[in-house]
């Protein structure tokens, strides 16, 4: 009923920039906050951003003043912009979005399959 569609990661050198967008499709009645999480091999998994839908922002410590979050409303979509990249960046990031659905009452959390972000030269 609902998908989330991650795009944008990749393999990028130290220093580098990447954009990872995700649009959330289906019978949707509404989203809260949408987020994007990232799980780096032999670790949990960790919020990196989330974002509220009146733009209230949230960074953990090690992105904030590299990474910027933002979201389009109208399309569903979030963003995450990542520049100075570092090797430590290096995970699966996944978005997750607080939705409800048409057929719904409550709001629940949804994911994305995850995209693969690689920092290294």
């Known amino acids: 009923q609902v998908q989330l569609v991650e795009s944008g990661g990749g393999l990028v050198q130290p220093g580098g920039s990447l954009r990872l967008s995700c649009a959330a499709s289906?019978?949707?009645?509404?989203?809260?906050?949408m987020g994007w999480y990232r799980q780096a091999p032999g670790k949990q998994r960790e919020l990196v951003a989330d974002i509220t839908y009146g733009s209230t922002t949230n960074y953990v410590d090690s992105v904030k003043g590299r990474f910027t979050i933002s979201r389009d409303n109208a399309k569903n979509t979030v963003y995450l912009q990542m520049n100075s990249l570092k090797p430590e960046d290096t995970a699966v990031y996944y978005c997750?979005?607080?939705?409800?659905?048409?057929?719904?009452?409550?709001?629940?959390?949804?994911w994305g399959q995850g995209t693969q972000v690689t920092v290294s030269s």
């Open positions: 997750n979005a607080e939705l409800r659905l048409i057929s719904g009452i409550y709001y629940q959390n949804y």
């Open positions: 289906g019978m949707i009645f509404g989203i809260n906050t």
